[in-house]
């Protein structure tokens, strides 16, 4: 397949792994933000071709894990809702929220649909003028413009019955938070190559020099994860803290101002909760005013919804990188993806469910 | 890998274990195989069944039968590369084939829904027709119901399929040794895609055809060219990986299995890149693995090669008594991952 099995590549992979092991001199910790280069990571294999001094820790760069389950509680009461058809990707149905999930709902009659693009949810208001067409708006920067889009296209068409529970997340502030942390061993960090496709990688520029951590903006392919590493371990060993571009063929330095005016045009920073980080200021996408009408939170009463996480579940430690999956007592035990306790385990680019599902003889030994 | 150190906590019982009937216990997984363990197995209980194959062999008055039956509830009713009636005909056939035996008569029933279109039926029920034909079986028995209008569903299918075996070759997990090779007759993932494009208006830049074929003559000329083999399994719900789990669950044998030999169209793998689908997991429906003696690996390939119901036959693993009931890949850049069997469907990612 043109412009991935180039980036798959076996010699080029153990070439570029090579060069790492020539260039590390001292244990180090990377992390990698998003989800899926953590599935990279571990579908291929990438850590095992890495030498032992140089460990991996996975970050919370995976949009379905860090989702509050207050908002995912939200969703299923409006996914109950007789008269709301409820739209998300897959991958938010089978998260756990206090009491169920939504294909828990959608299996005693919600209307629960799968959708593909936030677009297909405006399709799905015009088709039901009767209904309301409520779209599980969650993501990080990647998603923030579509949903966006699909926010400026119901306005121009006129529907009333269109909104969006939205939880969108961003990672610039969640980098800072993890720095800030005392625990945080993180030495260096692979940015997640699609958010700086929209974003650029100006904002980086700031904390790298801060807290003196080198940031290396990667794609998700084992070529380029690699050789994100490389430059990574580099600037480690040479003792700069500088960011960058290791995706040059989708990022730029600006990102795309397109994506990012529409962005700026219907949504302004908030402060966000994160499931297992907690509370971060201006981490989040909030509706401005002139659009608080598409905002489901404000068409439905959902006020009185909150829910606790639950106290064992260790995934903040994993989404900050301070502990593995299999570390956690639950793991592949009491927590698996059939009856997951924690957000990590149930996507499909959560690190919990990565190890699950590609490494559990490694853990079981380990165990 | 850090060693995990000493923990007391402990986390509470989840509510996940759903009191009711959810997508995923249809879609292959654990928690389809948990359903068809703890409900259906414990409730008919007998040798037969607990064999746990495609189609069950009995013998009476010595002759050797293999029966089966399935349901077909796929939407879209028609897709590229076929539709329910004759995937009713492939999957039945397949079964029986899966057993090692030649497929003889079917039965059918059709669950109607009020306001399905006649023009519909008669063209479904035509390419049904055609399909048997093909495969050279008769459908000798039915039944036909209407119910009220719901979800506009249609049509649903049962078919069940009666077969008789003309080898001696014992065929199931049982059978498998270590060193025994792997095979499959073609491309994976095509069927999959196809429906899910058509059902969710997904647009490639080509049509992705369904792969739903009949697949009896390939495995009986494997049989006729003295190939020893040692167990056979369709590769449908699940794919390719529910498949080799379930055979080396039953087995208690460790399969291991090369993502490079394993033949899947770029135009699949480009599909499953979008919707964060791996193709292993994906359902065919005219797609066979075979376990085979060692020795006969390469024999097997020469009568798969050329074979029309083999359109891209590979030896893609061996098994091994490394590590039993597990399957392993050993991915494209060369290093080894766990194969495991999905927990319900797969489902398409966010970014």
């Not at chain 1, 897959?90 to 998260?95: A, E, F, H, Q, Y």
């Not at chain 2, 035509?126 to 034909?133: E, F, L, N, P, T």
């Not at chain 2, 990986?241 to 080396?248: C, G, K, P, Y």
């Not at chain 2, 919707?275 to 390939?301: I, K, S, W």
């Amino acid at each position: 397949m043109k412009y991935v099995d180039e980036y798959r590549d076996g010699a080029t992979t153990r070439r570029l792994a090579d060069a790492v092991r020539r260039v590390l001199t001292q244990p180090r910790t990377i992390m990698e933000i998003c989800g899926g280069q953590t599935h990279s990571i571990v579908k291929f294999g990438i850590d095992t071709l890495l030498p032992p001094e140089l460990t991996l820790v996975h970050g919370p760069g995976c949009p379905v894990c860090v989702t509050p389950v207050e908002l995912v509680d939200k969703a299923i009461a409006l996914a109950r809702r007789p008269e709301v058809v409820f739209c998300s990707f897959g991958d938010m149905l089978r998260v756990p929220g206090t009491e169920t999930d939504l294909l828990g709902v959608k299996a005693r009659g919600g209307d629960v649909r799968i959708v593909y693009s936030p677009l297909d949810a405006v399709k799905l208001a015009h088709k039901h003028p009767d209904r309301e067409v409520v779209f599980f708006a969650i993501g990080f920067e990647t998603t923030a413009p579509a949903n966006a889009l699909a926010v400026l296209q119901a306005q121009r068409d006129g529907l009333r019955n269109f909104s969006i529970l939205a939880s969108h997340v961003l990672v610039p502030p969640a980098i800072e938070a993890i720095l800030s942390s005392e625990a945080c061993r993180v030495q260096g960090f692979l940015a997640a190559g699609h958010v700086c496709t929209i974003m650029g990688f100006t904002q980086y520029e700031p904390i790298a020099a801060r807290y003196g951590v080198p940031i290396v903006v990667t794609g998700f392919e084992p070529v380029d994860i690699l050789h994100g590493i490389l430059l990574c371990v580099r600037q480690l060993e040479s003792g700069r803290a500088t960011v960058e571009n290791a995706y040059a063929r989708s990022v730029r330095r600006e990102g795309n101002p397109q994506a990012l005016r529409v962005i700026e045009t219907v949504f302004e920073p908030d402060t966000q909760k994160w499931r297992g980080l907690g509370v971060i200021p201006n981490s989040g996408l909030r509706l401005r005013d002139a659009y608080r009408t598409f905002d489901a939170e404000a068409r439905f009463d959902l006020a009185g919804i909150v829910a606790e996480e639950s106290p064992e579940c260790i995934a903040g430690l994993v989404l900050q990188g301070i502990k593995k999956p299999h570390e956690c007592p639950a793991f592949a035990s009491r927590c698996t993806p059939e009856r997951p306790l924690g957000a990590p385990m149930v996507s499909s680019e959560g690190a919990c469910a990565a190890y699950y599902r590609y490494r559990r003889s490694e853990t079981e030994a380990a165990s | 890998m850090s060693t995990p150190g000493e923990f007391t906590l402990s986390c509470p019982m989840p509510h996940a274990s759903s009191p009711v009937i959810t997508m995923a216990h249809g879609g292959g997984g654990t928690a389809m195989h948990r359903l068809i363990e703890d409900v259906f197995l414990r409730a008919f209980d007998n040798p037969l069944l607990a064999q746990r194959h495609d189609a069950a062999r009995i013998a009476i008055d010595g002759a050797r039968i293999a029966f089966t039956t399935d349901s077909y509830v796929v939407q879209p009713l028609e897709f590229p590369g076929g539709d329910i009636a004759s995937l009713a005909v492939h999957g039945t056939v397949n079964d029986l084939a899966m057993a090692g035996a030649r497929p003889l008569y079917l039965s059918a029933g059709f669950i109607l829904e009020e306001g399905l279109s006649i023009e519909l039926l008669l063209r479904l029920v035509a390419s049904m027709r055609r399909a048997a034909d093909a495969c050279g079986v008769q459908v000798v028995t039915g039944d036909t119901k209407v119910i009220e209008r719901r979800g506009g569903d249609g049509l649903f299918i049962n078919t069940a399929g009666i077969g008789v075996i003309e080898h001696d070759c014992v065929i199931g997990p049982g059978a498998v040794r270590p060193g025994d090779v792997v095979l499959i007759n073609g491309d994976l993932g095509r069927h999959g895609i196809a429906i899910m494009a058509t059902r969710e208006g997904l647009e490639f830049e080509t049509a992705i055809e369904s792969d739903s074929a009949p697949v009896a003559d390939a495995v009986l000329a494997l049989l006729r060219g003295g190939v020893e083999v040692h167990c056979l399994r369709d590769l449908t719900r699940g794919g390719l990986v529910s498949a080799a789990n379930e055979i080396a669950q039953a087995a208690g044998v460790g399969l291991h299995l090369r993502e490079t030999d394993i033949p899947v169209r770029d135009d699949v793998r480009g599909a499953c890149e979008l919707l964060g689908f791996d193709p292993l997991y994906v359902a065919n429906e005219g797609r066979f693995m075979a376990v085979v003696a060692a020795d006969d690996a390469a024999r097997a390939l020469d009568v798969l090669r050329g074979h029309p119901q083999a359109p891209q036959p590979a030896i893609i693993g061996h098994a091994h008594a490394d590590a039993p009931g597990r399957v392993t890949l050993e991915s494209r850049i060369g290093a080894q991952r766990i194969l495991d069997m999905l927990s319900g469907e797969q489902l398409p990612r966010i970014c």
